[in-house]
């Protein structure tokens, strides 16, 4: 029998300009009232995955009636024993079926339209700098000079034009353990649970690959990793002739680095500016992913900067 839970997601209003008058939810295209989840949802279950169900939406004011997906957090299993390999790789297989679909630009739903973002190179760009912004303070103990970031931005924009250049599909954005939910009574793809997707955009399907196996808030071991990357793309050239691995092993590293800067300088940030020290426990795990990534050797001007400007990051 299912169960149901009232969401309230009241608009949010929006923080200071940050740049070109816009705020950073604008330029990073978060999700600013309830419209996206509802049409996203919509999109994602009639294609069989399970997202939870909508039995009822008030647009207006942000409350929605959606089904309760569980208790069953891949977070909370693993801690508890539940055998992470088998979660990792059911999670990995929906992400290959997430690739087969195409993204309809517009979502439409009870007469209200959501126009889907794109996750490219601005956004990306954007992201990067938060490192510059918290964490190179928080770990040099002093700001960055101009030429650097210069530096540091003009070798992010050459990796970034060159991703935007690979196709593109969904990009949920937050597919990790917090937001995976183990449904073992239902089939294939719908085994897994899916919540927090409305930020998805239409991005390169590496970065959900990324949030899955380089997890923020727990460790992936590297041999798990290695072997998952390696399933999912023996599962997507066994469904498509066309897909070429070598670039989306590229385009892997290039978003790993991306994400796990980010996030670097997301988790000093809650740190230094809103009091919260208990995410700077993460840093050494997500340092370790920044390393991993940045070996590949395309990305070899990106770890000289890394290695000559953030003492400590990127040495082994």
């Known amino acids: 029998e299912t169960s149901w839970i009232l969401m309230d997601s009241p608009r949010q209003p ?12 604008q330029l990073a295209h978060l999700a600013e009232d309830i419209c996206p989840f509802v049409a996203i949802a919509q999109e994602l279950g009639k294609n ?6 909508i039995d009822a939406v008030d647009f207006d004011n942000g409350f ?3 089904e309760n997906l569980g208790a069953g957090v891949f977070g909370n299993l693993i801690e508890a024993g539940h055998d992470k390999s088998e979660l990792y790789r059911a999670a990995t297989e929906v992400l290959v079926e997430l690739a087969q679909l195409r993204v309809p630009e517009v979502l439409t739903v009870d007469g209200h339209s959501h126009v889907v973002p794109t996750y490219g190179q601005s956004v990306l760009l954007i992201e990067t700098e938060l490192l510059l912004d918290w964490y190179f303070q928080w770990s040099v103990g002093e700001g960055l000079g101009v030429d650097k970031r210069q530096e540091f931005l003009a070798l992010w924009t050459e990796q970034l034009q060159r991703l935007d250049s690979l196709p593109k599909g969904w990009a949920l954005r937050d597919f990790h353990s ?7 009574d239902r089939q294939g793809k719908a085994g897994v649970g899916i919540i927090d997707f409305q930020d998805a955009q239409i991005g390169h399907a590496a970065y959900d690959l990324v949030s899955l196996l380089q997890d923020a808030r727990l460790d992936i071991e590297e041999p798990l990793e290695t072997e ?6 023996a599962q997507r050239v066994r469904l498509d002739a066309d897909f070429d691995e070598l670039a989306f092993r590229w385009a892997y590293a290039v978003l790993g680095a991306q994400r ?6 997301i988790f000093a940030r809650l740190a230094q500016r809103d009091g919260k020290p208990q995410y700077l426990r993460h840093i050494p795990r997500i340092t370790g992913y920044v390393r991993r990534n940045l070996r590949h050797p395309d990305l070899a001007p990106l770890k000289i900067w890394y290695e000559h400007n953030i003492p400590g990051l990127v040495e082994e």
Request: proline share 12%.
């Open 14 to 25: 929006d923080g200071p300009p940050i740049r070109d008058g816009k705020s950073y939810s």
């Open 178 to 184: 917090p937001n995976l939910l183990w449904l073992p």
């Open 260 to 265: 796990n800067t980010k996030i670097l300088g």
């Open 64 to 66: 929605a009636v959606v």
């Open 228 to 233: 998952l990357l390696a399933h999912y793309c």
């Open 48 to 53: 069989g995955f399970s997202v939870p169900k």
